[in-house]
Every structure is written in C-alpha cells, then in structure tokens.
C-alpha cells in the first residue's frame, strides 16, 4: 500500500466538463487553454480527454512547441505571441496562431518576411489593462496588423475579461462595449470568455471561447464551486492516515503549538503538507475528508504532515485515505479557506507527487453509452 500522497486525474471528468462547455455555448468553438501543463494536470494526459476542442491554447511560445513535440497538430494559439524574430519563424513553421498583444508585436511581424505568413489574433487591453492594445488605439493597431505581410487573414479581436467571476459586477458589459466598438470597424472573429464567461455573461461567448478552469471542474464563480456548474473535480489529491496519537486535555499540535487539544482525544496525521502543493495557510478547521466525512485540520500544515482532529471520526485507522481535495471535498473550499484560489492549489501540485490516471472512456457517475 503506497502512504505518499497521490493525484488521481480523472480524464472522463475532463472529457465531461468540455461538454459542458459545449451545452453553454453550442454556437462558438472551444479554444481549451492548457497552459503551466494543464493546470497542474498534466498536459500530455488532458491532451487525450481534449478530443472535442476546436483548438488549444497555451501562454507561451515554449508550452506550444512542446505540445507539438507531443505530437498535438490540431489548431494552437500562443496567448502572449512571440517576442523574437527567431520565435515568429519557429511558430510559422510550426503552424502555431499568435496573439499579438502590443505595438512592439506589431512592428516585429512587420519587418519580416516569415517562411509562411501566420494566423494572428489582435489582444485588445478593454479596461484590465494587462496585455493588450488599449481600445481606443484598437481600429489602428487592427489595421497595421492586417496589413502586415507576416500575417494571414484577418485578424480576429481578443479581450480578456477582469471581473467576470462576479455576476453584479457591470464592468463585464464596459468591457464588452469597448470591444464591440472596435469591432464595428475592424469586423473579425471575437473571443472574450474565460471560464466565467462562459458560465456567466452569454453576450460574451462571441466566435471562440477560452475555458481553463472549468474544464478542470473547478468553478471560477464567486462562492460557487463545480458541482453547482455541472462539472466534474478532475484532480482529487489524496494521502494515508499515517499515525493517530492518543492526545491529554492542553496538549498542543504542531509547529509554534497554535492549537491546543480541548480534552483527551484523538489527533490522526496525514502524510502531505505544502511540499505536496498542499496551502500552508489552510487554517485549523480547514476541512479534509475521511472515510467519506469530513474532519478539521488542526494546527499548522508542515513540510510533509497535516494534523486532523478524529473526534468525529472513531472509525479512523493508520492507513486509512485522506482526501485533501477533489470528488467529495472541492478545491474551491481549500482554497477559500487559505485566502487563495483552486487555480493556484491545482497549478501548485509538487513535482514528488505520485500522480495517476483514471480513463477518458469509463465515465463514472453517468449512465454508459
Ligand atoms: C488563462 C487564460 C484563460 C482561461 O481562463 P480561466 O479562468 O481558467 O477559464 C483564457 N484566456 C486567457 C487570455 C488566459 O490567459
């Protein structure tokens, strides 16, 4: 019996949530976004559960030309473009679409004649003012773009949402006013949906949509998790019960003894800690679930090591499973409780993490066929 930590990843979880992106926006292509390797998944095994997208996207030049290298050939969009003149041949000959985000994109593209012209978006900055053409400058960048010879067809237009996640907040619509301003001009494809968009602001489903996240069946909702949205957890990170000390009334857990045991009773320790990925700020209380009942984490998280409080859990054995998130207990929760988001929790899964794989084709849950 393996006692370390394990990540099971539930490629029929993927595979579902990508036809729950469909059900949302039966219209619009799916651009299903894989960066910093599948959000922790593994982007060669969520490769094989991505069958349905219309197209894959990833931040870097460098995440793209590894997923040709694993012999994905299928559309590819690189979310940041290319900074170097070496970079835009690469891409060209690897048949990869650029998002063109700033002048200096703009004028690098220009100035070259590429081994074959590329596929480009223009990246409009509508109020995140992160990356992008600012909107006001965006009928001219468009049209420098277009003209470029590096560049095949018409550029299509970009954005990227800052406050979707929140369904009162009306700067979504801002957004999407400024863009479609643009867009009178220019004319082109529209991709603006992120995960929440998707789930959230219809009017912003456009030609392509972006999911990261929810393909991973994690909500990017406020206060919402998964489940809610239809989707299916695709990683659930679990461990073992490796000892259970019988504790006396004072005793204190832990490192710096932040917490204190209230009467005699039973303090279980699981093997994983923030070496894991787990989040060193998970508070005592923060949930965890054994023998399918959730129990409170207690004291600090260490290296390798979690405390649990087993007082309503008697049945609790050394080698029992620990789920520390995932089917039954969602990330979301986790995260909320350690001030971060489940983004950061899947993306940070450490490298020493045994990590598994269940089958794109066995849905579980759901009725065959
Ligand atoms: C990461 C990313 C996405 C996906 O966002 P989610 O919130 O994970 O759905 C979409 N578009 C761009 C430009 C991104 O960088």
């Not at 970079?87 to 990869?96: Q, V, W």
């Not at 703009?106 to 223009?122: E, F, H, N, T, V």
């Not at 998790?225 to 073992?240: F, N, Y």
Request: aromatic share 4%; charged share 20%.
């Amino acid at each position: 019996m393996e006692f370390g930590p394990r990540a099971l990843i539930d490629l029929a979880a993927v595979a579902h949530n990508v036809r729950r992106v469909r059900e949302c926006v039966p219209k619009a292509r799916i651009m299903a976004v894989v960066k910093a390797n599948g959000y922790g998944h593994g982007v060669a095994r969520i490769l094989r559960a991505l069958g349905d997208a219309d197209a894959l996207a990833v931040a870097r030049m460098a995440e793209a030309l590894a997923l040709r290298g694993l012999g994905y050939a299928g559309k590819l969009v690189v979310l940041e473009g290319s900074y170097q003149v070496a970079e835009l041949r690469e891409a060209a000959r690897a048949g990869l679409t650029l998002v063109v985000h700033s002048d200096e994109q703009i004028r690098l593209l220009a100035s070259r004649r590429l081994p074959k012209p590329i596929p480009c978006w223009l990246k409009v900055d509508t109020g995140m003012h992160r990356l992008g053409v600012r909107w006001d400058r965006a009928v001219a960048a468009h049209r420098a773009l277009s003209a470029s010879p590096a560049v095949v067809g018409l550029p299509g237009l970009m954005t990227h949402l800052a406050n979707a996640d929140d369904v009162a907040d009306p700067f979504t619509a801002e957004q999407m006013t400024r863009l479609l301003q643009v867009h009178s001009e220019t004319g082109g494809e529209l991709s603006v949906s992120n995960s929440a968009g998707i789930l959230a602001w219809p009017q912003t489903h456009g030609d392509w949509v972006r999911p990261g996240i929810m393909l991973y069946g994690i909500s990017p909702m406020l206060g919402r998790c998964g489940p809610d949205e239809g989707l299916r957890p695709a990683m659930t990170l679990a461990s073992r019960l490796v000892a259970i000390n019988p504790c006396e009334a004072g005793d204190a857990i832990g490192y710096g003894s932040t917490w204190r045991c209230p009467e005699p009773m039973r303090v279980g320790v699981a093997a994983c800690g923030y070496g894991d990925g787990y989040p060193r700020h998970a508070p005592s209380g923060t949930p965890l679930l054994i023998r399918e009942r959730p129990v409170p984490l207690i004291g600090r998280v260490s290296m390798d090591l979690i405390a649990v409080d087993l007082r309503d859990c008697p049945g609790a054995r050394v080698g029992d499973p620990v789920v520390l998130w995932g089917e039954g207990l969602p990330a979301e929760l986790i995260a909320e409780r350690a001030g971060t988001i489940a983004y950061e929790l899947v993306c940070g899964l450490a490298a020493r993490v045994e990590v598994l794989e269940s089958a794109v084709s066995r849905p579980r849950g759901e009725a065959l066929g």
